[in-house]
């Protein structure tokens, strides 16, 4: 179902321009995707998502299970339909969701959890996990994993592995590929060994493309990039790869100059609903008092509609007032804004100016490589 | 400042249809306005309205007052810049949120209150309320009133008339004509010899338009309309007049056949947020479960971008998980769908088929001119 294709290849790092086409579309890597939980990327309008540019937002396979529950899903025919989104979906396997319920039992066909909604029992398997995902009938389907917390010790990780292998192996039995492309994720927590051998049991089962999960879970700055590193050795060179979880500029640029070619990140909805907008000389809140009198745009370098139009003072307010258009503003102003980002990232890569663009952004405080 | 011009009158009952000059734009009458007290209509985008056509909206003096506050408006240069809206606004004179407060003592020369921000001692008097409204330069500005509580008895609604026209002298005293029209309230209660003193007094101040306050607060719409056929004989025809807090369709029927010209309301707003659909055949709550499966557009008559575009099954659904965007929908449609009621009032006042479609909407089910 996917076509993969390297368009380009940076002489300076491993950073790579690519083009993967989908049933919903074609999209230029790296990619930044948007995320939808409930069907729909909140506070936006499914028209502004296209007027940026959009081409790719992640459904979640966990959150649609539960509302609106399968049965509403399948009689609209899917999630395209649902929420009137024509273009391509990746949906997460629901993995990382069961594995953030507190009581859970995890056994080796599945994870056993009580319903947030009802308490009712449920029994996430890689069958059931890929069945949801057929019947979103999302472009890209990811494999059911085990989300390791970080505080587990090596044991652990060293058998929950075991399970990531053969719940993969589960889900490719499930996957219907003519109608859509799988992708394998690998976990190994912080240990560079583990990690090498998840991504060789991984690899071994020839997905569509390749996860790095359990990353961007607390972790320090080093530590996300020495495992990336680490990792993408063992990761074939022509297939998609993506890293999940992630979208601060600082972690978007580690990962491209490691080949990634794509990410999604709730933090630049959620920060806008929050009131902190990403600008290209760092995160400013804008709550703060010394914006209330501010007549100038969030950033005057951003040529989005809300910097074209809107005061920093006027959104100050709204936001002191809760208002929803405050939220509805900065929302789309920060995914215009790591939109564009990637976008130049991608620029870069096709001009081979990437390492001069990563120092641009040093320069200027939109990444520091510290922390996030 | 005003120019008001009767361009229909019907041949059945006293509407009329108008054009409405205002220095930010004309306005065909009856007109809707929709209320945006904190500076945002809420949880519409500001180009969103434009594409709705609506050509004046609401500010309200005592909010704004309070947040951001006179210093910030005015360093922006007034409400239309700070909130970027280039049409027309009415701005509210602050009494009727004055009068909202529970402790608060009505002097002579106006009403002493606790500031709900910080407990500082707020006088609202007529010279601060015209103030306020200058600072925010909307197109009208409206005289400050006493609004009395529906349950006071006639004795103190007589005496608050006397304030009431003492403080529309004042008003009048503060206004710069040049910059801005003001319109007189007629206040009263639901005693029509009152009501017929306060017109009087009133309009002998020769306002530019007037309006009718202390209505829709809780009282039954045989009340309503009552007051309405009472009072409007005492209101020049020349002038535009204006129902305060009315926005149902079956109040706004009645109003338009008592030759009122203008109205505004919360309600098609507020529902919205909460899940309420206006439609053609009356309200409907999308959160009940019924809706779950259903794959049709809320209102099939309706040709705004949300029925065009989503299922009620889909806002059904955002509405259960609190979603941003299903407050976002809801809005656009109720606003859609008013603001086209209201054109095909005009529509129908100007055919000279004002009855047939009072009688066709109440067919419908779309008003019952019982209740509200």
Redesign the interface.
């Known amino acids: 179902m996917l076509k993969y294709e390297i368009l380009k290849k940076s002489k300076e790092t491993k950073a790579r321009l690519g083009k993967l086409s989908l049933p919903h579309g074609e999209i230029f890597t790296p990619v930044f995707m948007p995320v939808g939980t ?10 502004d998502l296209k007027d940026l540019d959009v081409g790719i937002i992640l459904g979640n396979a966990f959150h649609l299970y539960l ?2 529950g399968l ?2 899903i399948d ?2 025919n899917g999630l395209h339909n ?3 989104w024509d273009r391509a979906i990746l949906t997460d396997s629901g993995g990382f969701q069961v594995f953030s319920i507190r009581n859970k039992k995890v056994e080796e066909e599945g994870v056993k959890i009580k319903s947030p909604l009802d308490g009712s029992e449920i029994f996430m398997t890689p069958e059931l996990s890929m069945k949801i995902q057929m019947v979103l009938g999302s472009d890209i389907a990811m494999a059911f994993d085990e989300c390791v917390h970080p505080d587990m010790d090596e044991k652990y990780v060293e058998e929950s592995i075991e399970r990531t292998y053969n719940w993969a192996k589960e889900c490719k039995k499930y996957n219907n590929k003519e109608n859509q492309s799988l992708f394998g994720i690998i976990q190994g927590g912080f240990s560079e060994e583990l990690r090498k051998k998840s991504a060789e049991q991984i690899v071994s089962l020839d997905f569509e493309g390749y996860a790095i999960g359990g990353l961007s879970v607390g972790e320090s700055f080093p530590v996300t990039k020495k495992i990336l590193d680490a990792v993408m050795k063992y990761v074939p060179e022509d297939k998609p790869r993506y890293i999940m979880g992630i979208g601060t500029p600082d972690l978007i640029i580690s990962a491209v100059e490691n080949g990634i070619d794509m990410f999604d990140c709730v933090l630049p909805t959620r920060m806008g ?1 929050h009131g902190t907008a990403l600008t290209n000389y760092g995160k400013i809140n804008l709550k703060a008092g010394k914006y ?2 501010i ?1 100038k745009p969030i950033d005057e370098e951003c040529n989005c ?1 809300v910097c074209k ?3 920093i ?2 959104i ?3 936001f ?2 809760d ?6 503003l900065l929302t789309y102003h920060n995914l215009h804004f790591l939109l564009d980002f990637v976008k130049r990232v991608r620029d870069s890569i096709y001009k081979d100016e990437f390492l001069s663009f990563k120092k641009e952004c040093l320069d200027k405080g939109l990444i520091t490589l510290e922390s996030f």
Do not use: C, Q
């Open positions: 409930n069907a729909t990327v909140k506070a936006m309008w499914t028209d509302r609106p049965e509403v009689s609209f649902f929420m009137k609903r209330k009198f007549d509609k139009k809107y005061s003072g006027y100050h307010h709204l002191k007032r208002e929803i258009f405050g939220k509805m």
